[in-house]
Each structure stands twice: as structure tokens, then as C-alpha cells.
């Protein structure tokens, strides 16, 4: 996880970031929601030859940075069918570990209580995946 100031570029400056540090390699897909569909970030992703799987930004006429080939794959629906699964973790983040609303103030303390936060839900799916407790609070 990857806490930054708001800057309108953040998100997507720091999956770029964030790619290059688990060594995501080429021929892989990225998975995102529609604030990623920009043309600088795609042709990033473009770059290092990962496709993008990120949610079309067709709105109000506009032109989606995915191309319409990468969009039309089986494995384009499927990813997007998947990202639901993605989202409900941040809603259990930001309801049950209180990101909704900081209690703190400064990046260092915003990134240890979203670093705890993300671990939390990571034991709690793994409890819920390795069936220690039924059902799952997830």
C-alpha cells in the first residue's frame, strides 16, 4: 500500500511506483477503476508492455485512453467482473478501519494507520479463505 499527498496525480504516479516495485513485468495486466483511464497513464503502461485493464471513462463524450482491441478480450470482461471483489475491500477499509475519516493528520501518521489498516484486512481474508472462522466478515 502507498500513501501520498493529493495531487491530482498521486493514484496513478504511485501504481507506476508500485508496479516497478513488485517487479510486474510485461505481459501483464493492470486492473483499475476510471480515474486511471488517462492517455499519460496507459501509454505508461504501454511502455512496459503491460495491458490495461482499467475501466473505460466514456462519459460525457469522452474518449477512452484503453484501447478498444484490449477492451473487446475475454479477459478484459473478466477483470472487470473480478475489480468488484477488489472494491469491497476498501469499503470494509474505509467503514470498519475508519479511512473514511482520518483520525490523524500528517503523512507519517496517515501511513502507519493505512499500513496496520491493510494488514488487518489482510488477516481477516485470510481467515475468511482459510475458513478459521465461518462465515467470513468479509
Known amino acids: 500500500v502507498d500513501v501520498r499527498h493529493a495531487s491530482g496525480t498521486g493514484e496513478r504516479d504511485g501504481a507506476l511506483d508500485l508496479l516497478t516495485a513488485a517487479g510486474i513485468r510485461q505481459g501483464a495486466t493492470l486492473g483499475a477503476d476510471k480515474g486511471y483511464d488517462t492517455q499519460d497513464f496507459v501509454a505508461a503502461l504501454k511502455t512496459r508492455q503491460i495491458v490495461p485493464h482499467i475501466a473505460r471513462n466514456t462519459g460525457n463524450g469522452r474518449r477512452s485512453a484503453v484501447p478498444a482491441a484490449a477492451a473487446r478480450t475475454r479477459g478484459y470482461g ?10 469491497q475491500g476498501f469499503g470494509w477499509i474505509k467503514t470498519i478501519g475508519g479511512l473514511r475519516k482520518l483520525p490523524m493528520v500528517g503523512i507519517a501518521a496517515v501511513r502507519g494507520w493505512v499500513t496496520w489498516t491493510f494488514a488487518a484486512y489482510n488477516l481477516i481474508r485470510l481467515g475468511g479463505i482459510g475458513e478459521w472462522w465461518e462465515p467470513s466478515p468479509t
Open 78 to 87: 473478466i477483470s472487470q467482473k473480478v475489480r468488484k471483489r477488489i472494491e
